[in-house]
């Protein structure tokens, strides 16, 4: 992104853009190596050496920043993740880990914290789409019992959970919201497998039968968890806009190099004012959305108190405007735009299923409405 980037930023994200090339390069994307277990394991370790998941977690639990603002590093890594179109749960597991750093007791910071930031093990957020004026966390419900919480329920739509070694359930309780960190082999959890339009990454439905969780399993404090939910979806929502913006970039610049390519009538077809004033209008939504995820990143990292606003004005204003600057960038690639071997579509896909995690942009703007009190 265009920001004045530190030194050791630099070095993350050269290192970070090294790894990648030599690990999963644009021309792997189609193979869908991610799905065999031991390469995302092997991919997730790696990528945790240059600290991928331990951004936004305090140097007194083992993480740390190279900025000393971990949401900006985080940013940076997800913008230059979704150029690539790579794949893993990079943006639910630094929630997870985000989430156990705060408010995790000592059990689960020592035994699952270390592992998340270490790479040797994942997390997915189970969280669900609640009402705009709710809580977050609306499709599981957790009933106490004599022991702890049955929980029942469903989450759909989340990004790995397939090999994800814990579940953070986001549900509702009597008394408000809840949060529980359980294996993903608990019995009375089923992963079920997702078709879906982006082919980039693997997503999942995760339901809850009657799942038996004990008292020791909540985090943080019971029934009072929509506090830290929100920035949860918080912190979900301006890794995913970064991610977001990365394609884009990289779909937009692709369509610059193809129309000062591709030769019509003698001339680059760039030099047509048609071609032109589209490009012209299409930088435009590119740089607004760098400007708003970098500026909602800048809030979230130093707690402002405007986290909650910027996170969805960014998630909207990139969600919508994400799918209109891919579909601007096929009118420029015409018929080869579609074709199985030409990457544009792979750009399309994912840029259109960001849109819908984390709340669409009609919900992110109704959301901001309500958190302005209007």
Same mark, same amino acid.
């Given at each position: ?8 930023q630099?070095? @993350?994200?050269?290192a970070?853009?090294?790894f ?8 792997r994307?189609?193979?869908?190596p991610?799905?065999?277990a ?8 790696r ?9 936004? $977690?305090?140097d007194e ?7 000393? +603002?971990g ?8 913008y ?9 749960a990079f943006v639910?597991?630094n929630?997870? !880990?985000?989430?156990?750093s ?8 020592e035994?699952? @914290?270390?592992a ?16 705009? /004026?709710?809580p ?15 929980l029942?329920?469903?989450? %759909?739509f ?5 090999? !994800? ?5 986001t549900?509702? $309780?009597e008394d408000? $919201? %809840?949060?529980?960190?359980l294996?993903?082999?608990l ?6 497998? @997702?078709? *879906? ?5 693997a ?12 008292? *020791?399993d909540?985090?943080g404090?019971?029934?009072?968890a929509a506090?830290p939910?929100?920035?949860q979806?918080?912190i979900?929502c301006?890794?995913?806009a970064?991610?977001s ?8 610049s692709m ?12 001339r680059?077809i760039g030099?047509?004012?048609a071609?032109?004033?589209l490009? !012209?209008?299409? %930088?435009?939504l ?12 800048? +809030?979230?990292?130093t ?6 606003? #910027?996170?969805?004005? !960014? ?5 919508? /405007? ?7 960038c096929?009118?420029v ?8 071997? /030409?990457?544009? /579509? ?11 995690l ?7 703007r109704?959301? @901001?409405?309500?958190? #302005?009190?209007l």
């Open positions: 992104m265009d920001r004045d980037v530190t030194q050791d630099r070095y @993350l994200l050269d970070s853009a090294r990648i090339e030599q690990t999963y390069p644009l021309e994307v189609r193979e869908k991610f799905r065999d031991d390469w995302a394991a092997d991919y997730r370790r990528a945790a050496e240059l600290g991928w998941f331990s951004m936004l $977690v305090p639990f083992g993480g740390g920043s190279v900025s000393g +603002n949401a900006v590093d985080a940013t940076l890594v997800a230059l993740r979704g150029g690539m179109l790579q794949p893993g639910a597991t929630v997870v !880990a985000h989430a156990l705060v408010a995790g007791n000592e059990e689960q910071r035994k699952v @914290l270390a998340l930031m270490s790479g040797e093990q994942s997390a997915a957020w189970a969280v669900g789409a609640p009402a705009v /004026h709710g977050v966390g609306g499709t599981v419900q957790a009933k106490a019992t004599g022991s702890g919480y049955e029942t329920g469903s989450t %759909s989340m990004v790995d959970a397939d090999t !994800a070694s814990w579940l953070l359930v549900a509702e $309780v408000g $919201v %809840s949060q529980f960190l294996p993903a082999g019995p009375g959890v089923s992963v079920t497998s @997702l078709e *879906s339009l982006d082919i980039t990454r997503f999942t439905e995760v339901r809850f039968d009657r799942v038996q969780v004990s008292a *020791s909540v985090v404090e019971p029934g009072r506090e939910a929100a920035r979806l918080a979900g301006v890794l995913t970064a991610e913006v990365g394609a884009m970039d990289h779909d937009f369509a610059v190099q193809y129309a000062k390519d591709r030769i019509a009538f003698g680059p030099s047509f004012q071609i032109k004033h490009l !012209a209008d299409t %930088s435009l590119l740089e607004m959305s760098k400007a708003v995820t970098l500026s909602a990143a800048e +809030n979230l990292g707690d402002d108190g405007y986290a909650l606003e #910027s996170a969805s004005i !960014a998630k909207a204003f990139v969600g919508e /405007h994400g799918v209109d600057l891919a579909q601007n096929f009118q690639f015409g018929g080869i735009g579609f074709t199985w071997e /030409h990457n544009q /579509h792979l750009y399309l896909r994912r840029l259109t299923t960001d849109a819908a984390y709340g669409d942009p009609a919900w992110h109704e959301r @901001l409405c309500r958190l #302005s009190g």
